[in-house]
């Protein structure tokens, strides 16, 4: 990894998160995807990280972006939505990247019904939040940004 990914982080968004405000509003609220992606440059910013956001309906478009994270960029966050309960091959190539990982789901996923409780991507995650909206994209900058720090 070079000086200037020191402070680079990826932010990886999963299946069906492009629909976030439209879809189920009752659940994940009406901010969209595009003001999340707003609020954590804003966040990136302010805590001197460089926020690389992105989402994919694709499985294989997130372990490819998630190789290319092992030596471009210093951690990865990540809301791996449907894909959490479902994706042995990201969470290999999340336990293959050897960076520090946030999982982050908008919702509670323990609230929720029980076949969203078993995460495979929390295997892998060096830290988990969820139920706080789109703040928890914003807790996992401010705790990337502590943990690398160091």
């Known amino acids: 990894m070079t000086k200037a990914s020191m402070?680079?982080?990826?932010?990886l968004n999963g299946p069906n998160l492009n629909l976030l405000g439209v879809r189920e509003p009752h659940i994940y609220g009406h901010t969209t995807l595009a003001q999340i992606e707003a609020q954590c440059?804003?966040?990136?910013?302010?805590?001197?990280?460089?926020v690389d956001f992105r989402q994919s309906n694709s499985e294989g478009q997130l372990v490819d972006w998630i190789h290319e994270a092992r030596?471009?960029?210093?951690?990865?966050?990540?809301?791996?939505?449907a894909y959490s309960f479902t994706s042995i091959a990201i969470l290999?190539?999340?336990?293959?990247?050897?960076?520090?990982?946030?999982?982050?789901?908008?919702?509670?996923?323990?609230?929720r019904e029980e076949m969203y409780h078993k995460s495979y991507v929390s295997l892998a995650a060096t830290g988990v939040i969820c139920g706080l909206?789109?703040?928890?994209?914003e807790a996992a900058l401010l705790f990337l940004a502590k943990h690398l720090a160091k």
């Not at 030596?71 to 809301?79: C, E, H, S």
């Not at 290999?92 to 609230?111: G, M, Y």
Request: no cysteine.
């Open 7 to 11: 402070s680079h982080i990826l932010i």
């Open 41 to 50: 440059r804003e966040a990136g910013q302010r805590l001197g990280l460089e």
């Open 71 to 81: 030596t471009t960029m210093a951690g990865i966050v990540i809301n791996p939505a």
């Open 92 to 111: 290999d190539a999340l336990k293959a990247s050897q960076l520090p990982i946030v999982e982050v789901h908008i919702s509670n996923i323990h609230r």
């Open 133 to 137: 909206g789109p703040l928890g994209y």
